[in-house]
Each structure stands twice: as C-alpha cells, then as structure tokens.
C-alpha cells in the first residue's frame, strides 16, 4: 500500500530572541536582536499508510508540535519535505485544510460565544459539506458523542470534556482524510478520557480516518495505536509496533510466583540456573521472577519451579509502557531494536 | 507510486473564489448577529456608554465655540459636520474590523492565528471578519444625528451627485482606518505586541475629527502622508462643507484608502510568511 503520508528528512529550526535585560537591553533588542538557533526537529522521516493510527510521543519540547504544525501546514519547514496525498502541506495549505481535521487539546477550534451547532453550521459552510452528509455525520456525532445534549449552549458553557467532544465532532465533520491530535485527553477526568477513546477507536473503524495522535498519556498509546513514533531532541528515537517495543530484549516481563511452602530465593536461583532470569524475594512465600521474553519464556521458568515447589498462585505483569518509554529516554535504544529505525 | 492523491479543492476563478469568500462573511456576520441579540441589554448599556462619551465632546465643543465663534475660518456647525462625518467610517470600522486593533493579542499571543490558519478561507478575510462589535452601530447613528443636525443647520442642499459622493467617501475612510490598523497588526509579526502602538495610535483618532487647518503645518503633513489620519474625517468631509480649493482634496479619499490597503496587505502577507517559517 503506498503511504498517505511522506515525511522526508524534515528539519526545522526556530530562530529565538534571546532578550537582555532592563530597559536599555530592551532598547537594544528592538535594534539589534540578539538570536539563538534551535533545531526543533531533526532530519525527521517517517510514512504513514492510510487507515493507520499513529502514537507520536516525546517528551515537552521533543518536537512533537513542531511537527505537528508542519504537517498541518502551519509551518513551513527549514529543510526536508512533507507530502500528505500528493499535496505539500505549507504550499498548498488552504486546499489541504479541506481534508484534514485537527484538534488543539488545549484549545478551542469552535466559535467562544456560539451555540455549538451554529459553530458546525458555520464548519459545514466554510467546508462546503453537503446538507444529507453534513445530517449523517452529526447523527454520527450524537450517537457517539452524545453532543445533541448541548448542542444549543454556547461553547464558553461546556465542561471541558464537553468541549473536547465537540472538538473531535468539530474536526471531523467535512470527513477528513487525515486527523491530526494534539493531546485530545489533556485534562479530562477518567470517563471522558474513556469516552474520547472509545470514540476515536469507532471513528477509525467507520470513517477509515487516518490519525496521528502526539500526547503525554500512554494511556492513550496502548489503546489506540498499534504502532508510535517516540521523538526525543527532534530526532525519531523509535519506530515501530508498539508491542516489539515491549518485547524487546531491554524490557523484562515479571512472573511472580505465591508459594505453598517457604522457600529461599537462593533455591529459586538454583533450580532456574540454566535459564537468564533475576529473583527478587517479598518473604518466604512470594518470589518473582524478572526475564526478557527474547530470552526465556514463562513457561520454562514454571516448570524449573514446580518440579521442586508447590505452587499457591501467580501472576505475570507486562512492563508497564511508561516504564519502558522512561527507558528509552533514559538509554536510547536497545541493540535489538535499532532494526526498526529506518 | 500510486498513492492517494487528495483533491486540490473546486476549481473557482478569481471571482467565483472572492464571492464564495464573501459569502462565508455574510454567514459570519449573520451568526454574530444571532448571538448578540441573546445581549440585549449589553448592547442598550453600549448605547449608552457611547452617547455619554460623545456628549461630554460636544460639550467641550459647545464651550469652546461660546469664547470663539469660529475656529481658524471654521464655524461651530461646520466644524459639527466633520465630527459627526468622522464618526460614520470609524463606527463601520469599529463595527466590522476591531478584531484588526488586539490582532497581537488575540491571534498571535494567544494561538488563534493556528486555527484561522486550518480553515481554506482567506486568512486576513476571517481576521476582519471572524467578529464584529456592535457599539460600531451606535457611533453610526451618533455620527449621524450629529451630521444630520449640523446639515440641517448649515442649510446643506445635497444633490444626488452629492450622495453618490458621500455613499463611496464613508466605505473609503473606513477602508484607511482598516488598512492603518491593518499595518500595525502586520508589524507585530515582527515585534509581537512590545511596541504597543494601537492604543496610542487609536487616540491619535481624536485629533482628525476637527479640520486639520487648526493645527500646525507639521501636524497636518503627519496626518496627511504619515499616519493617514487626514483621510477618515476633515478631508472626505469638506466635499461638503469645504472651499472649492480644500475640496478638491476629497475626492482622492478611495485612492488614498486603496493605496494604504495594498501597502498594508503587502506587509500582512510578507508577516504571514514570517509567522508560517518561524512559528512566533
């Protein structure tokens, strides 16, 4: 399948004031400003497939926005090439606007003192979409969404979970190919959170929209997007299916194990010897076991164990996807997962 | 590689393109409209606020011309019909593009210039368009009671010829107060608000409601060429109550206003693409 977006060594640096001091050095900046360069984003190069969606992630200031708004067609780049469907994002920018959706968590992209629906009336006359199909997606919408609540408040009233989902409605109403997310569940409390993904889950499924989703809560990750992007310092770190990031050699899975009689780790070690796996011991009676699925499996560790020990319970725990995210940030990238930079 | 190829967006001409844009700001307008009629008494208090303002100018009008009859050749009802004329351009630039004036603020500073930016409309046409403020609608009526009163006054007989004039002089003032706060929003693509010249400049507003021959020769060129404050009130309004050789002068007021437009525009679009390559 050819890609729908073509991201090619993209860079982009900012040119920032770096202001003196007093009123004087405020005199002096306005005549000669002094500048700094800083390099947001990388040699940045990724595709994307339609229908994909996409965690792009980093930490504040990786150059998650930057990009974000390059591919949006906010900025232009200082070097390197967008193409999203053929159309160069910055240089086509009002004709590309007619296909994309994209929502700003931290703000509004509905009118402040409209109703909300006159907001999408006013959306569907700047979209130019048609009355049947602007009907059938705002049947959509209420279903989903449930914004026929309010839709006749004036959107300064909403809660910001209400916002949000106006928001989401907002970007998708003329049926965007691409719909870009910048932090969509910032903010909002566990149900609305759970309402925003069950929502962008169904639109994925039935609209065939094409995400790309940056935000702080892995949450949001692991139940939306099978594959990230972790960007770090305006360079792509990572990527890949999010699972292989989890089943990599780096990232230990933790089988603990409830014992019906006490038991030594030392003796624990011993029975497990000719496998790689860590002890830790909580007591006699609770032991886990820390290993790399690369390595061994659980399966292994169990039999080593019950051919001498009784067993009362066990649990095995995936590494949590902040953890191993933290990691990555921590120590770059394990040997066996540099397969997946392109 | 056969990938999608997403649609360039219906094909228009020039004028198709222009009329679908002005369309969008008639439906702008319309839902402005809606909302404020939700605020009813915001807009009599409006009203209000206005009237006392306007009073307490005419008042000290009122004063001056008790000591002097006439100021600099200009009588109390002539120099009445410039302050009303001046009213009716800066009421239709109040009303329709005050969002120009706090650009800095609320588009740049704020963010809002991202989401104008994600919309396949002309970027300056929502700018001026996005919203409107009505206390716009009061300085017209103001302006033009006081007008009205000051032509009855004056015994002002205007042909139709005369109101064609004044029909195409009020759009052209208003168009040079939209092109000069035009310019100072472009400029703070550059310097952000730091400069701080729209409130200083708005009041510079006050001085061009008086005929301008009452202020020295320096002022009246600052005003005329520099900051085109000349051209919103004394120099339209003398093709009505101006000598044949000031009034000449008035005419020139819509090739003044495109002039300033176009030399606005262009710094707007060249701070757009600044904006678009440096994100701030």
């Not at chain 1, 594959?227 to 989890?246: A, N, S, T």
């Not at chain 2, 046409?125 to 103001?142: D, K, R, T, W």
Request: a positive charge; aromatic letters at 10%.
């Amino acid at each position: 399948m050819a890609p729908l977006i073509t991201v090619d060594r993209l860079t982009k640096d900012y040119r920032l004031t770096v202001r003196r001091e007093g009123v004087k050095g405020g005199i002096v900046d306005l005549v000669r400003p002094r500048k700094r360069i800083l390099r947001a984003v990388d040699e940045v190069s990724f595709t994307i497939d339609p229908g994909e969606m996409v965690g792009y992630i980093g930490a504040n200031g990786a150059g998650k926005s930057t990009t974000i708004k390059v591919l949006t067609g906010i900025l232009t780049p200082t070097s390197g090439e967008v193409r999203v469907g053929g159309l160069v994002p910055y240089r086509q920018r009002q004709s590309y606007t007619r296909h994309i959706g994209v929502v700003f968590g931290q703000r509004t992209q509905l009118w402040w003192d409209l109703a909300v629906v006159e907001s999408f009336r006013l959306l569907q006359r700047i979209f130019e979409v048609p009355e049947d199909r602007y009907r059938s997606q705002m049947a959509f919408f209420a279903e989903l969404l449930g914004i026929d609540e309010f839709l006749n408040q004036p959107v300064r009233k909403l809660s910001l979970g209400q916002r949000m989902r106006c928001d989401l409605a907002a970007a998708l109403v003329h049926e965007p190919r691409v719909l870009f997310l910048d932090e969509p569940t910032i903010g909002l409390d566990v149900v609305a959170k759970e309402n925003v993904r069950g929502f962008l889950r169904r639109a994925r499924d039935t609209l065939g929209v094409t995400v790309i989703l940056t935000t702080h809560d892995l949450g949001d990750i692991e139940q939306l997007c099978r594959r990230v992007i972790i960007i770090d310092h305006g360079k792509v770190l990572y990527d890949g299916l999010l699972e292989d990031l989890r089943r990599g050699p780096g990232h230990r899975l933790r089988l603990c194990l409830d014992l019906a009689e006490p038991v030594t780790a030392a003796a624990l070690a011993a029975a497990t010897r000719d496998l790689p796996v860590q002890w830790e011991s909580d007591g006699a009676h609770r032991h886990c076991a820390l290993f790399s699925r690369a390595e061994t499996t659980a399966a292994a560790i169990l039999s080593r164990v019950l051919a001498a020990h009784r067993l009362r319970d066990m649990a095995l725990t995936e590494p949590a996807i902040e953890d191993v995210v933290r990691r990555i940030y921590r120590e770059g990238l394990q040997p066996g997962q540099e397969a997946n930079l392109e | 590689m056969n990938g999608i190829q997403l649609a360039a967006g219906p094909q228009r001409t020039r004028w198709q393109r222009a009329g679908w844009q002005l369309q969008i700001i008639v439906a702008y307008f319309a839902q402005f409209l809606k909302t404020r009629l939700v605020y009813r008494v915001d807009f009599l208090v409006d009203l209000a606020a206005n009237l006392v303002a306007v009073g307490v100018q005419l008042a000290t009008l009122t004063v001056l011309f008790d000591k002097v009859t006439a100021l600099k050749g200009w009588s109390f009802e002539q120099v009445l019909f410039i302050y009303g004329f001046s009213l009716l351009p800066l009421g239709l630039f109040n009303l329709i593009s005050i969002n120009i004036y706090s650009f800095a603020e609320h588009y740049i500073a704020d963010g809002n210039l991202d989401r104008v930016l994600l919309r396949p409309v002309n970027p300056l046409a929502q700018v001026l368009f996005e919203s409107f403020n009505v206390s716009g609608l009061n300085e017209i009526m103001l302006g033009a009671g006081i007008m009205g009163y000051a032509a009855v006054a004056l015994e002002l007989r205007p042909g139709p010829w005369d109101i064609a004039v004044f029909a195409v002089l009020v759009p052209s003032a208003a168009l040079v107060y939209t092109a000069v706060f035009l310019g100072l929003a472009a400029v703070s693509f550059w310097f952000e608000d730091r400069l701080g010249l729209a409130p200083p400049i708005y009041n510079v507003i006050r001085f061009a409601r008086y005929p301008l021959t009452i202020y020295g020769r320096g002022v009246q060129a600052f005003l005329t060429f520099v900051l085109p404050f000349a051209w919103v009130a004394y120099l339209p309004a003398t093709w009505f109550v101006g000598g044949p050789d000031v009034r000449r002068w008035a005419m020139c007021t819509p090739l003044v206003g495109v002039l300033v437009m176009a030399l606005a525009y262009t710094v707007w679009r060249a701070g757009l693409r600044r904006y678009t390559s440096t994100g701030s």
